[in-house]
């Protein structure tokens, strides 16, 4: 039979083309480098790195992380993988000189993780076999199981493979490696690694490398040990080498929390050349990456190895406190330090601290827990992530609560979102609880282990009290303190503050584009003022209506059924109005103030109609006390005694059935309010532009933009520009002085993007109002959105909140055709956003790209918009990609 070869050329070719799964690095050299992060995962890339400069590491390979992509998509790998494996596998054990699963001495290899962002781990069934076999035997540390009980850990260990996989625990080590392999890949699709991954904004698909490295031992004796550590001080940056080791301990002792670690300057005591070796080889890494790095080491018998590197996480203190001292050591540009800081981490410069003179020896409960994230907060003691979400409410009903745990596991990742700090009696700095909290910029003191905590029991004990459920504490992640009681907190320290204003004073000139803020009050605004805001981008008016003394006019001008009461109720909210507008005049000082026209869905003003006919039925059997209630509560529609509430209720509720709306969200809001009742529009026209006035008579210069909300036709737009048009020239003509302003109009509603040529005809500036604009894009009620997004998320319809980031593909598509359209018409045309992405980093970015002259947010995310706009607009001038810290 003839045998079919295949020409040379091709041959080579289709070597050429086979993908490279597997990278060895072993003997001084590696396969792979440093910058291969998105093939090799940080660690394998790091190990990569990390071999080729010649340092102590332990042989083995990379199985990169199309391996992983391709095991998702065909629910295995390719025949190709599994042949790069075992033919590295067949170079690592002649290097070694030890085969895997034989001999006396054989080969053992560690199988791990890791994907280009690093992801906590996760708990395992193994652990708790192991747990439960340590309180079995009444032990507290691993190594103080003895032989025999370790062989009863390994029948119990089989016995959970067995009731997982329905088949005995293979014995051949090869198979082994392989099941080991796909549990790695399976791990990435777990719920928790899901959950992580939405929460930081990491992509799905790009899967997870897996390493698999000879191990070396730290648990052989005393001689033998393994550590983590920084080499700066992570949670204020400060230059100190950092972090916490065991002897005769494997490194998941370490971070488990099981055993409390040492600090590591200790090693020098102990073993003063591996301690300077360590300290050599980290002072060269930092050199390397440029960056501080997060290490881990492993001696064994005296000799050390370097197990891990990778840039370090970090507070945002200690983000801006080392960039700007690695500029002075030369160690990086200024241009490099800028992106150092993570936009959303300036909140961290904010948080408060505790009020010394507040704290006496007896609310003390302990001083020595680890400071893991900075922060003093005060809540009420929850003991179960569960407990907190229930507790700690939503919105405006929030309370604070504070998470306890002897330690938490990445199943307390909701829990954790939701408190205001977490307190944990076990572990390190490099604990579960203290690495997300640092990410979510949330307070934390780690490892108070004078703190004994009984979750089961809900019990927290300190210093002979217990604590229960709905205590008030107050933890200070700053210091590592935890008190009892709801202590005094002070603003930030104005030391740190200083050093992020040199920090913005290098970013701030890469930034092209404005910030404004969303202020409705001359407070908000002063605030917003504070951080750097260089105008207000929304004073929502509606919000000045919802004031004690304006309510009831207010709500006299939704429920009157004539022009005639409505101009009656106006007049009496046109000098409240006109001092408000007065106000963010003086406060802005001739920056642009955008005042947005009334927007909202009336029904939010009045009572709910369910409660009116509940009222109505309850009228005839009601105590004189409860009347009187009801005169208070429907005093504002005339009530004045229990008499006239059987003729003011049903005459309300039959107002409020007229105005009844099934979707009041879609329906008579924005511009449909002034259209159909012009009589608002001019009022408020009238306040703004009598307020302009008056503030120029004091001197305030005054730059007004009037903004109609909810524009989907240009007619909409002609129609309420020519009101606010006529009512300024009424106004100046009465009062003999003209001031300058514009009219323009939010942007939300797809139709708007479309026709924005024609709407800038009529328009002199466009604001995109993306809260809006993501609800009607998508059809997604904006209010009750919340009940599919999690499972949205889940499955991974979306990968993020669209109402958080700003949906790129869809709702940024608009909103680029929209001022592509825009300015056709008017190429000057003054294009800002509003919504709530206004304050979101990576919205920021999008702003910038797609030309925007500034982005509005609240005024606490003004430094954060600040931050992201110099780091969008450096990336550009800089041509850096993904500048970001991640
Ligand atoms: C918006 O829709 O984006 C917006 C800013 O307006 P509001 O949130 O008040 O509807
Ligand atoms: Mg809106």
Not at 27 to 51: F, I, R, T, V
Not at 122 to 133: I, L, P, Q, R, W
Not at 386 to 395: C, E, L, P, R, Y
């Amino acid at each position: 039979m003839a045998t079919i070869t295949l020409p040379e050329a091709d041959l080579q070719e289709s070597k050429k083309s086979a993908t490279k799964y597997v990278y060895f690095f072993g003997g001084g050299k590696a396969d792979g480098n440093g910058k291969m992060k998105d093939d090799l995962g940080g660690k394998g890339a790091g190990l990569a790195e990390m071999m080729n400069a010649g340092l102590p590491v332990p042989p083995g390979f990379t199985i990169q992380t199309e391996a992983c992509r391709e095991y998702m998509r065909r629910g295995g790998v390719s025949k190709e993988v599994d042949r790069q494996m075992e033919e590295a596998l067949a170079k690592l054990e002649a290097l070694q000189g030890q085969k895997l699963g034989t001999g006396e001495n054989p080969l053992l290899v560690s199988v791990r993780s890791g994907a280009k962002f690093s992801m906590p781990g996760t708990k395992s069934a193994f652990d708790e076999v192991f747990d439960a076999k340590k309180k079995q035997k009444k032990t507290k540390l691993d190594t103080d199981l003895d032989a025999k009980a370790l062989k009863e850990v390994i029948e119990e260990y089989k016995k959970v493979v067995k009731k997982h996989t329905k088949r005995d625990f293979p014995q051949d080590p090869h198979e082994q490696l392989v099941m080991a392999r796909d549990a790695v890949f399976r791990s990435w699709q777990n719920d928790r690694a899901k959950t992580y991954r939405r929460i930081n904004n990491i992509d799905d698909m790009l899967g997870t490398a897996v390493n698999v490295q000879a191990m070396v031992y730290g648990n052989l004796g005393e001689t033998s040990g393994t550590g983590v550590g920084f080499t700066r001080n992570p949670a204020t940056g400060a230059k100190e080498f950092y972090g916490e080791y065991l002897m005769n301990a494997q490194g998941e002792d370490v971070v488990s929390g099981v055993r409390t670690p040492v600090p590591i300057l200790e090693l020098q005591r102990i073993m003063p050349d591996v301690y300077n070796q360590l300290r050599d080889i980290t002072g060269r890494l930092e050199k390397h990456y440029h960056d501080m790095q997060d290490f881990e080491f492993t001696i064994q018998d005296g000799k050390l190895y370097m197990l891990q590197t990778r840039n370090g996480k970090r507070t945002g203190l200690a983000a801006v406190r080392l960039a700007i001292e690695m500029v002075e050591e030369g160690l990086i540009s200024k241009e490099d330090a800028i992106f150092r800081l993570d936009p959303n981490q300036v909140v961290d410069f904010f948080v408060s601290r505790l009020d010394e003179k507040d704290v006496r020896p007896a609310d003390v409960l302990t001083t020595t827990g680890l400071a893991a994230s900075p922060g003093a907060v005060v809540g009420q003691i929850v003991f179960t992530a569960d407990d907190a979400v229930t507790k700690a409410g939503h919105g405006a009903e929030k309370n604070p609560v504070i998470l306890v745990r002897a330690e938490t596991t990445p199943e307390d990742i909701h829990g954790m979102e939701v408190a205001v700090g977490i307190l944990t009696s076990q572990g390190g700095i490099t604990s579960h609880a203290a690495v997300v909290t640092r990410g979510m910029g949330k307070s934390c003191v780690a490892g108070a282990g004078e703190i004994a905590v009984d979750e089961r029991a809900r019990e927290m004990r300190a210093r002979g009290q217990v604590f229960k459920d709905g205590d008030w504490i107050t933890i200070d992640g700053s210091t590592g303190r935890v008190l009892r009681g709801r202590r005094k907190l002070l603003p930030p320290d104005p030391e740190n503050l200083a050093k992020l204003e040199k920090f913005m004073n290098w970013a701030e000139p890469f930034r092209k584009i404005g910030v404004r803020a969303n202020a409705d009050i001359p407070r908000d605004a002063k605030k917003a003022r504070e951080f750097g805001a260089e105008g207000i981008g929304l004073c929502r008016t509606e919000h000045m209506f919802f004031a004690q003394d304006r309510i009831p006019h207010m709500r006299a001008m939704i429920l009157a059924d004539n022009e005639k009461d409505r101009r009656v109720a106006l007049k009496k909210l046109l000098p409240m109005q006109r001092s408000d507008f007065l106000g963010l005049f003086r406060a802005m000082e001739g920056l642009p103030v955008t005042i947005r026209l009334l927007d909202p869905p009336l029904h939010e003003f009045l009572p709910k109609r369910e409660k009116l006919m509940v009222d109505i039925a309850s009228l005839s059997r009601a105590t004189a006390k409860q009347k009187k209630t009801l005169v208070d509560e429907y005093g504002d529609y005339g009530a004045k005694g229990a008499g006239d509430l059987k003729k003011i209720l049903p005459q309300l509720l039959a107002r409020v059935e007229e105005l009844h709306e099934f979707n009041p969200m879609l329906g008579h809001r924005g511009c449909r309010l002034g259209i159909t009742y012009p009589e608002i529009t001019e009022m408020q026209a009238r306040a703004i532009f009598e307020a302009a006035v008056a503030a120029e008579k004091e001197g305030v210069k005054t730059h007004a933009e009037v903004m109609i909300p909810l524009i989907a036709t240009v007619k909409e737009m002609s129609n309420q520009g020519a009101i606010v048009r006529r009512v300024a020239e009424e106004v100046f003509k009465e009062k003999g002085r003209h001031v300058h302003y514009l009219v323009g109009t939010m942007i939300e509603l797809p139709r708007a993007c479309l026709v924005a040529d024609e709407i800038a005809k009529e328009a002199e500036f466009f604001s995109f109002g993306t809260n809006d604009l993501t609800q009607t894009t998508f059809g997604f009620s904006r209010d009750d959105v919340n009940k599919i997004l999690p499972t949205y998320l889940a499955e991974g319809i979306l990968k993020q909140d669209p109402f958080a980031a700003i949906d790129r593909d869809g709702v940024g598509e608009l909103v680029r055709i929209g001022i592509e359209r825009g300015r056709k018409t008017s190429p000057k045309l003054k294009v800002g956003i509003c919504g709530e992405h206004g304050g979101d980093p990576s919205s920021v970015e999008f702003c910038h790209q797609v030309g925007m002259d500034y982005v509005s947010c609240s005024p606490y995310r003004v430094l954060t918009a600040r931050l992201a706009a110099a780091q969008a607009g450096a990336s550009d001038a800089l041509k850096v990609e993904g500048g970001r810290t991640k």
